[in-house]
């Protein structure tokens, strides 16, 4: 629970990251320093032209300098634990108890040892896919794919394979998206050879039926979109769409990333798409990771099934095998079974909160953003996209602060900066292009408690009313963070480095000046 | 050290008061001052100027005319003619001077700076005038100030190439709205967010749009004659294909050029017979497809050839940029408009089309 901005200047000096002067720790070298010393460390034999000429460069630390180096490291960023209101695809936090489990479960087991020494992890697998059927209708589940994007291309795959075998791939090399539908679908349906067509928002706020059918015919190979879309709209047609796709003989995919409104109430399925896709990295309470270790589990209906890639783990009587006999397969799309331990998380996860928890959560996701966005009706110069139109929007909406930016020339990214002075991480804006000026997306989902939104908006309300006083404030901020403002863009090659190895060869001189 | 100029036009936006369709008329100065009118440009160019002033302490050169308040130093002619020779004697005297011109004005402001920009500083619109068809005007004077900041800032000083178009005066005689394609300028690219958000950075349209055309042109059909129009997408397309010209209607078959800069005479006649193929961008910054600017596709030679497919390769990022999310033709002939109205199917990269709903 978060202390109520009112007190923040009565009770703290604000927020304030450690600067440290920390050096890369690729400088930390030629001090002879070593963590634990193996004495008796036997030399690898190793066979020729394998063997490294000269030592590699290492830092040389002892086990307390590392440990310090990384403990400055962390004391400059915000922690991961701020309040959070990360919209389009819900952001919740994840139990360290899923961390224990899949310590003590997983570490003792390799995914190439015989199938009856692994029951108990396909039995998981087995299970999980079975849950997961229950929410959206599918017949089968797979979780090899390492993250949303992931699981899109694989529904890429299976809608060539799909209509290869049936001798229509040549004619069918369309796939159809919206504006609004997450970037994945496009650009995974390109990365798989498809044409993409992409329809625009029209006045209710989504594509008009009549323009689908502009575009679908038997060029036509998939539908991919996710609903609500990118703004949180509900497209209330969207029987039809799949209706109108089915009928042209393309099939539907349900990018189902933003689940967390509708779980339990909303199956894919029975709005008659062939396949969805769930994150467990955020829905299902697995941890994201920056694009680490992720989960995008891709189910489908039995048509389709033949062509996932496997190996599928199959219940045989009382027993569980991995079955890699599936001649249709696309084969793999991830080593092994995908990040086994993200899916044992997820399925912990997933037991816990049952079906009733499910039920609940996307209640309180619901009443939370209802919340909010009573709330952010009230700030000063805040409004919310689309605001004529009356689509359901259940667990998250997109905001603009265009009237902000213009009556004071604070742009959402000044604002957005100076709320991490406060604590707030960076906000979540809009996937390219921006449709909606000067936007932001919060969605609470339901992790945050109502504390924790009002410090949210509060704070938001804080910087917009520094903004119409003192815009300076807000232009130069963040003012208490570790590192200000970025002088440069990051995508200038010539100044930025993402190793230590380009760093050297891009800033030679300047490390040589030093 | 970077610098700003500034023009402002005296007279930009006055004849939209006074009821006529634009300020070029040469006495307009003296007959608004008849009339008691003041034009908007200097306090628009005031409100730009603040919002470039929030954000960058680089000197900026005014002239003809200075804007409201003291953020800016006088420069150019003394004496003023209350003339567009005002305005082309300023950006005469900017050149080697300043590293981007920011304008209050319209098309017809545009059009003079572009004629006296002999070395091609980068320019940009803060939308002031009655007639804004071309793609450099901000969609606001703050907008405007904050781009022109982030330009002085950037140091790739990243640009873009935009057409400048203005009213047509002979088909306004006809009593017709119509624009010509004038020129081409180099405008500052707008990066909004790119140096905050570094997601921002992801896209690259300028890469996507060439791949496309590079797609375009392998899938060209060897019997078809293409009819190709005017801009500056259009002109990279033709390029692909030995050359072209910038702002006018070339024919492409068999792979190569075969007619360039054509007036609608010239098209009937090649049209005849003919399986043809139109190519097509969307021009200038108000979303038009036909009628503003590639005047010489007339509705005649669409019937000629049989109204024939047209093709259209856009930015999806201009795209993006439309209020209301549309594009506009207006050929004149409006029973032709009406059966052309619908969706289309707009190339926006390799692999890509977007549906852009099209009016009449
Ligand atoms: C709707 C939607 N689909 C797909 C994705 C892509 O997921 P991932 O980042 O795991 O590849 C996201 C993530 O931002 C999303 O919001």
């Known amino acids: 629970m978060t202390a109520p901005i009112k007190d923040f200047a009565k009770r703290s000096n604000g927020y304030r990251a450690a600067k440290w002067s920390e050096p890369v720790v690729m400088q930390m070298t030629g001090t002879g320093r070593r963590g634990v010393v193996f004495e008796d460390a036997p030399a690898p034999a190793l066979p020729g032209k394998s063997a490294r000429k000269a030592a590699p460069a290492l830092p040389e630390v002892t086990e307390h300098d590392a440990l310090r180096h990384y403990l400055h490291l962390s004391q400059m960023t915000l922690g991961m634990m701020g309040i959070s209101l990360f919209g389009t695809c819900t952001m919740k936090y994840n139990p360290r108890i899923g961390e224990r489990a899949s310590l003590d479960h997983l570490r003792g087991l390799h995914p190439l040892q015989e199938a009856e020494t692994l029951q108990g992890v396909l039995e998981m697998y087995d299970n999980f896919s079975d849950f997961l059927c229950e929410v959206s209708g599918m017949d089968q589940f797979v979780f090899q794919a390492g993250g949303g994007a992931d699981a899109a291309y694989t529904h890429a795959c299976v809608t060539r394979a799909y209509h290869a075998s049936r001798g229509e791939l040549q004619q069918r090399d369309q796939i159809i998206t919206t504006i609004q539908t997450h970037p994945c679908s496009p650009a995974t349906a390109n990365t798989a050879g498809f044409e993409v067509i992409t329809l625009s928002l029209e006045e209710n706020g989504y594509p008009s039926i009549e323009q689908l059918k502009s575009v679908v015919g038997p060029r036509t190979a998939a539908l991919m979109v996710n609903n609500p879309d990118d703004m949180g709209i509900y497209n209330p047609d969207i029987k039809e769409w799949v209706r109108i796709v089915h009928e042209a003989g393309g099939l539907c995919f349900y990018d189902h990333a933003n689940f967390n409104g509708v779980m339990t109430r909303l199956r894919a399925r029975e709005l008659g798409f062939d396949a969805c896709m769930y994150m467990l990295h955020k829905t299902f309470g697995a941890p994201k990771g920056g694009g680490g270790p992720a989960v995008g589990a891709y189910g489908c209906a039995e048509h389709l099934v033949p062509f996932l890639p496997g190996p599928v783990v199959v219940k045989d009587g009382g027993s569980y095998r991995l079955d890699a006999d599936r001649p249709q397969s696309i084969g793999r799309v991830r080593e092994f079974w995908g990040n086994a331990p993200q899916v044992l998380k997820a399925y912990a996860w997933a037991r816990a909160m049952g079906a009733e928890g499910l039920r609940e959560a996307a209640d309180i996701s619901v009443l939370s953003n209802n919340y909010m966005d009573w709330r952010l009706a009230q700030v000063r110069g805040v409004s919310r996209s689309n605001p004529g139109i009356d689509a359901p929007r259940m667990e998250m909406t997109r905001h603009s602060v265009e009237q902000v930016t213009e009556e004071t020339g604070c742009s959402i990214f000044d604002i957005s900066m100076r709320m991490t002075d406060f604590g707030i991480d960076a906000l979540w804006l809009s996937h390219e292009p921006f449709l909606v000026p000067e936007p932001f997306t919060p969605e609470a989902g339901e992790l945050w408690s109502k504390e924790d939104i009002d410090y949210w908006i509060d704070v938001l309300e804080h910087v917009i009313g520094e903004a119409y006083a003192d815009p300076e404030i807000v232009k130069t901020a963040p003012h208490n963070a570790a590192i200000h403002q970025l002088t440069s863009a990051l995508d200038e090659p010539d100044v930025w480095a993402t190793t230590w190895r380009a760093y050297e060869r891009k800033h030679r001189k300047q490390m040589a000046a030093e | ?360």
């Not at chain 2, 680089?58 to 003023?80: E, K, N, S």
């Not at chain 2, 009213?167 to 005689?173: F, I, K």
């Not at chain 2, 009937?268 to 108000?286: E, I, N, Y």
């Not at chain 2, 093709?311 to 009406?338: H, M, N, R, S």
């Open chain 2, 1 to 360: 050290m970077s610098r700003l100029g500034l023009i402002i036009n005296p007279v930009a936006g006055l004849g939209g008061a006074m009821g006529r369709k634009g300020s070029d008329e040469t006495d307009i100065a003296q007959r608004a001052t008849a009339e008691g009118r003041v034009s908007q440009a200097p306090h628009r160019a005031a409100r730009a100027l603040a919002a470039f002033r929030a954000q960058s302490d680089a000197p900026v050169l005014a002239g003809p005319v200075l804007p409201d308040g003291d953020a800016a130093q006088a420069f150019g002619p003394g004496a003023l003619t209350q003339t567009a020779k005002d305005t082309l004697a300023t950006v005469q005297a900017m050149q080697g001077q300043v590293d981007l011109i920011l304008f209050a004005g319209g098309d017809g402001t545009a059009r003079d700076i572009c004629a006296a920009n002999e070395t091609g500083i980068p320019i940009l619109g803060i939308p002031s005038g009655v007639k804004m068809q071309s793609g450099v005007f901000a969609r606001s004077p703050e907008r405007a100030g904050r781009l022109s900041a982030a330009f002085l800032a950037d140091p790739r000083r990243r640009t873009e190439m935009v057409e400048i178009l203005d009213l047509d005066e002979a088909a306004r005689r006809d009593g017709r709205l119509s624009a010509q394609l004038y020129t081409v300028a180099r405008t500052a690219l707008d990066r909004q967010g790119a140096r905050q958000n570094p997601k921002a950075g992801s896209t690259d349209p300028v890469g996507d749009l060439d791949a496309a055309l590079a797609a375009y042109v392998a899938e060209m059909e060897p019997d078809t004659l293409y009819i190709l129009g005017p801009g500056t997408t259009m002109k990279a397309l033709k390029d692909r294909l030995g050359g072209g010209s910038l702002l006018g209607v070339d024919l492409a078959e068999g792979g190569r050029l075969t007619g360039i800069d054509l007036d609608d005479t010239a098209l009937l006649a090649r049209v005849r017979g003919r399986r043809v193929r139109v190519v097509l961008t969307v021009v200038g910054g108000q979303g038009f497809l036909l009628g503003r600017g590639n005047q010489q596709i007339s509705s005649q030679v669409l019937r000629a050839a049989g109204l024939p497919p047209i093709d259209v390769i856009c930015g999806a990022e201009k795209l993006a940029g439309l209020t209301p999310q549309e594009l506009t033709i207006d050929t004149g002939d409006p029973t032709l408009d009406g059966t052309l109205a619908g969706y289309w199917p707009v190339i926006t990269g390799a692999g890509r089309k977007q549906v852009v709903r099209v009016v009449a």
